[in-house]
Nanobody, 124 residues
């Protein structure tokens, strides 16, 4: 069973930046497309960004297009979400997921393995 783990969450003031990263328990994340999702209290999980197997194609939800950047480092076997100019509405639990599909899908149903999430809190 593949287990994913997130790191890098924390608290930041509005306008600040954070980087959350995803890794695999068996160090094979490079074999998967990886997506980031987030969920705020009382809200449903929503797609944030995804990157394909090779790291040459990515997709973003509208709120993330101009402020977030997803990258992968296959040498380190990690996928990171770089978040800039964070706003309070970005607050939530950020979870990474791995998909057997090669493309950067924004659909949660395309992902099989999920991490447990890391908390991101943005204050005004």
């Amino acid at each position: 069973q593949v287990r994913l783990a997130e790191s890098g969450g924390g608290s930041v003031r509005a306008g600040g930046s954070l980087v959350v990263s995803c890794s695999s328990s068996i160090h094979n994340l490079r074999n998967y497309a990886v997506g980031w999702f987030r969920q705020s209290p009382g809200k449903e999980r929503e797609f944030v960004a995804a990157i394909n197997w090779f790291g040459d194609s990515a997709s973003y939800a509208e709120p993330a297009k101009v402020r977030f950047l997803i990258t992968r480092d296959n040498t380190k076997d990690t996928v990171s979400l770089h978040m800039d100019r964070l706003q309070p509405e970005d607050t939530g639990e950020y979870t990474c997921a791995a998909s057997w599909r090669g493309g950067p899908s924004g659909r949660s149903t395309d992902y099989y393995y999920w991490g447990q999430g890391t908390q991101v809190i943005v204050s005004s």
